[in-house]
């Protein structure tokens, strides 16, 4: 069983700039490919941006390319998520996620463990 929590969420000004981590307890994530989701209220859940099991793959919204960096570091069973320029629409909660296969990496039905989400917002 994979247990994921997200941290590093909070109250920043526009333009600012948070990091997100996302670790686990129980089995390593080395395996696995990994993402970022957002969910703002009333809106549908959003992939932000998702990583191959080396970290050799990105992917990105186009809302969040050039401002977002997704990273991990296998040995710690750590993922990240840099975010810069950070603007109010960003303002959302934000969800880490693993799967077995890249394949179709931005479908968040197809993730198989979840998170439970840490709040950003962002104030303009």
């Known amino acids: 069983q994979v247990q994921l929590a997200e941290s590093g969420g909070g109250l920043v000004q526009a333009g600012g700039s948070l990091r997100l981590s996302c670790t686990t307890s129980?089995?390593?994530?080395?395996?696995?490919?990994m993402g970022w989701f957002r969910q703002a209220p009333g809106k549908e859940r959003e992939f932000v941006a998702g990583i191959s099991w080396s970290g050799d793959s990105t992917y990105y919204a186009d809302s969040v390319q050039g401002r977002f960096t997704i990273s991990r570091d296998n040995a710690k069973n750590t993922m990240y998520l840099q975010m810069n320029s950070l603007k109010p629409e960003d303002t959302a909660v934000y969800y880490c996620a693993a799967k077995r296969s890249a394949v179709a990496i931005r479908v968040g039905a197809l993730y198989e463990y979840w998170g439970q989400g840490t709040q950003v917002t962002v104030s303009s």
């Open positions: 129980g089995r390593t994530l080395s395996s696995y490919a």
